[in-house]
């Protein structure tokens, strides 16, 4: 906490307030000693007094909160007198303000609130940045509506042990928004446990989810627990939940239900506690109907409900894929990274992704693997996904009764993503002048 205030005492007894509950105060009485802590130190939340030596110096100081450190929170204290432009401060990006004399149980309710806000928003950063950070977890980036609303749930589901199910086609990144949900858990600190149920027969399926004791089966030489009792107290995350048959289903609800598995070839129940987080890519609704689905397991493992949009139906969001996937393997690779051609980057907007994210990041890897020079060129890009874009396929469709005004700003958004900020190459790109760029972006509010 910085507090600003040229009274002494009065900035000492707001530390004191504040260094009870445990924050960390920093005083100082003056704007010159304010601007030099907020440049050189760092801070979660500002406690300033709105006028110092006659002047309405805290608005300098919010100004400079806002400028040096822009995640701060800004909290302004002020005389009754000085309420109204204490109430401009709010305009300019102040959290709150609260008048003299000072209840400090009020005061310290208040620099906690702030302080709460800045947390919430250091965690969802890192949580957006854990997400961008390791291999899959890119099918997360984006700014689409679609993208936000699953990040959104992300944060909403994670804290709790609702069970939870993640529904989408393959290649969409569902194990790694399971690993997320983990993470921002209060099981972050134990296993998580990734288990696919696709593809194998009810014995072993049984036996690699439930366990075994010795002589339970030929080879059995020895105990072996299965995943449930391995993820105790941690995460369990089952892949391919629409694969597994009928018998097994009402055995994992049995489980489910009563919290105890039975390992094969003993009658003997133990005891296990895990989040359990289930994925698709079926619809199970209409396998429950058609009766390849117990409904009951339906609605158990149903507690919350995320549903992963393909990338074709999130399209705006590929300018940002494909320039992260191009970082990442030129970083691997040790070599420049190359740029891509506004035409190059049409053709991978236009194509429709059956593979979704996993697809586009093979194809982002062949690029860079592939390509000679500094630039990556329509001629580059794959056949396949070149001739898929026609004036005829989804994302020319997908314009039709648009408002032209959000054609510009979404071309500015997306121009600049394949250009990685760079305003002059956006510029020649969308064949506008720099200047009128500049002002498209104010008119736009994009940065």
């Known amino acids: 906490m910085l507090i600003v205030d040229d009274e002494v005492e009065h900035a000492e007894a707001m530390a004191d307030a504040l260094r009870r509950p445990g924050h960390v105060c920093t005083i100082v009485n003056s704007l010159s000693d304010a601007e030099e802590e907020l440049r050189h130190g760092v801070f979660d939340v500002v406690v300033t007094d709105l006028v110092m030596e006659s002047e309405v110096a805290g608005l300098r100081v919010l100004e400079l909160a806002k400028?040096?450190?822009?995640?701060?929170?800004?909290?302004?204290?002020?005389?009754?007198?000085?309420?109204?432009?204490?109430?401009?401060?709010?305009?300019?990006?102040?959290y709150d303000f609260i008048e003299k004399p000072l209840d400090l149980e009020v005061f310290r309710?208040?620099?906690?609130?702030?302080a709460e806000t800045v947390l919430l928003r250091h965690r969802n950063?890192?949580?957006?940045?854990?997400?961008d950070a390791a291999y899959g977890f890119e099918g997360i980036i984006g700014e689409s509506a679609a993208i936000r609303q699953v990040i959104h749930t992300i944060r909403l589901v994670a804290p709790s042990n609702l069970p939870v199910l993640i529904r989408?086609?393959?290649?969409?990144?569902?194990?790694?928004?399971?690993?997320?949900?983990?993470?921002?858990?209060?099981?972050?600190?134990?296993?998580?446990?990734?288990?696919?149920?696709?593809?194998?027969?009810?014995?072993?399926?049984?036996?690699q989810l439930f366990g075994h004791v010795r002589g339970a089966f030929t080879g059995a030489d020895r105990d072996r627990e299965g995943v449930f009792e391995y993820a105790d107290k941690g995460t369990l995350f089952l892949d391919e939940l629409g694969d597994m048959p009928l018998a097994m289903q009402a055995k994992l609800l049995r489980v489910l239900e009563t919290g105890e598995i039975v390992r094969l070839g003993s009658n003997e129940s133990r005891r296990t506690d895990v989040r359990f987080i289930s994925a698709t890519n079926r619809d199970l609704q209409a396998m429950c109907k058609s009766g390849q689905f117990?409904?009951?397991?339906?609605?158990?493992?149903?507690?919350?409900?995320?549903?992963?949009?393909?990338?074709?139906?999130?399209?705006?969001?590929?300018?940002?894929?494909?320039?992260?996937?191009?970082?990442?393997?030129?970083?691997?690779?040790?070599?420049?990274?190359?740029?891509?051609?506004?035409?190059a980057m049409m053709?991978?907007?236009?194509?429709?992704?059956?593979?979704?994210?996993r697809e586009l990041l093979n194809v982002v890897q062949q690029l860079v693997v592939m390509v000679e020079g500094d630039a990556i060129d329509v001629r580059h890009v794959p056949e396949h996904v070149r001739s898929d874009e026609t004036d005829e396929s989804p994302a020319m469709r997908s314009l039709a009764g648009v408002g032209?005004?959000?054609?510009?700003?979404?071309?500015?958004?997306?121009?600049?993503?394949?250009?990685?900020?760079?305003?002059?190459?956006?510029a020649g790109l969308l064949g506008i002048g720099e200047r009128t760029l500049y002002r498209k972006l104010k008119e736009y509010g994009l940065r």
Do not use: C
């Open 347 to 357: 053709r991978m907007v236009g194509y429709a992704w059956p593979g979704n994210v």
């Open 168 to 207: 989408g086609e393959s290649g969409t990144g569902k194990e790694l928004i399971a690993a997320a949900i983990h993470n921002y858990s209060k099981r972050a600190e134990r296993r998580y446990v990734a288990f696919n149920a696709a593809g194998q027969s009810e014995t072993l399926l049984e036996d």
């Open 404 to 426: 032209l005004d959000k054609l510009e700003k979404e071309a500015i958004r997306q121009t600049l993503a394949m250009t990685s900020g760079n305003r002059e190459q956006a």
């Open 67 to 94: 400028q040096l450190q822009p995640e701060v929170e800004t909290i302004m204290v002020t005389a009754h007198g000085d309420v109204p432009t204490a109430k401009a401060a709010l305009q300019g990006g102040a």
């Open 294 to 343: 117990r409904e009951d397991l339906y609605f158990r493992v149903r507690g919350a409900e995320i549903v992963v949009p393909p990338l074709r139906d999130r399209r705006e969001d590929i300018p940002l894929l494909v320039q992260h996937f191009i970082g990442k393997y030129a970083a691997e690779l040790s070599r420049p990274r190359p740029t891509i051609t506004g035409p």
């Open 109 to 114: 309710n208040l620099v906690n609130r702030a």
């Open 125 to 131: 950063t890192a949580l957006q940045g854990q997400l």
